[in-house]
T-cell receptor
């Protein structure tokens, strides 16, 4: 079973509008972290935002916010006031901390969503 | 401060050859991880090293090996290259492997096997 599911292969948004990128996850581990990364065409993975499984409030970092719905196992990324430079691939990832063993510290990534911002 | 640096940026090898990829973590970071990203997919975990010891290994064959040096830099070695090893290899560092310690990635090494 997929641990991280990103159902939107591609998304389009108008410049200055907000956009939501979907992410659902599957884990039985009570302790986990959720991350969003941006990957421009250059290939570098840029860390955007983190949400811990025990965090009571949704994480925010500038124009990025994470809509964390624990019961539904979703961790959607909201980008407000989109900019042309936001056009990139976006990955949702999870780290399960109780797994231990050979999975210690590993991040599991989804398939990604390509975001295109139109002027 | 310098970010994670990887070398080389691009590499072309022939099937059956061996390759070594190098990574220098962010200063002060003691954990280094390696990921393979095939075109159109998300990165897949290969190895994690923390304090010079292997702490995690993904589902990759024994042709893949790695090590971490006393200065926390790392090398990934791949033997007997196959066409399917063509990918972007990403190195990431973090302060520690803990839940809330984000990985900071380098620009990657793009390996092409012909």
């Amino acid at each position: 079973a997929q641990k991280i599911t990103q159902t939107q292969p591609g998304m389009f948004v108008q410049e200055k509008e907000a956009v939501t990128l979907d992410c659902t996850y599957d884990t039985s581990d009570p302790s986990y972290g959720l991350f969003w990364y941006k990957q421009p065409s250059s290939g570098e993975m840029i860390f955007l935002i983190y949400q811990g499984s025990y965090d009571q409030q949704n994480a925010t970092e500038g124009r990025y916010s994470l809509n964390f719905q624990k019961a539904r196992k979703s961790a959607n990324l909201v980008i407000s006031a989109s900019q042309l430079g936001d056009s990139a691939m976006y990955f949702c990832a999870m780290r399960e901390m109780s797994a231990g063993g050979t999975s210690y510290g590993k991040l599991t990534f989804g398939q990604g969503t390509i975001l295109t911002v139109h002027p | 401060d310098a970010g994670v640096t990887q070398s080389p940026t691009h590499l072309i090898k022939t099937r059956g050859q061996q390759v070594t990829l190098r990574c220098s973590p962010i200063s002060g970071h003691k954990s280094v991880s390696w990921y393979q990203q095939v075109l159109g997919q998300g990165p897949q975990f290969i190895f994690q090293y923390y304090e010079k010891e292997e702490r995690g290994r993904g589902n990759f064959p024994d042709r893949f090996s790695a090590r971490q040096f006393p200065n926390y830099s790392s090398e990934l070695n791949v033997n007997a290259l196959l066409l399917g090893d063509s990918a972007l290899y990403l190195c990431a560092s973090s302060l520690y492997p803990g839940q809330n310690s984000p990985l900071h990635f380098g620009n990657g090494t793009r390996l092409t096997v012909t």
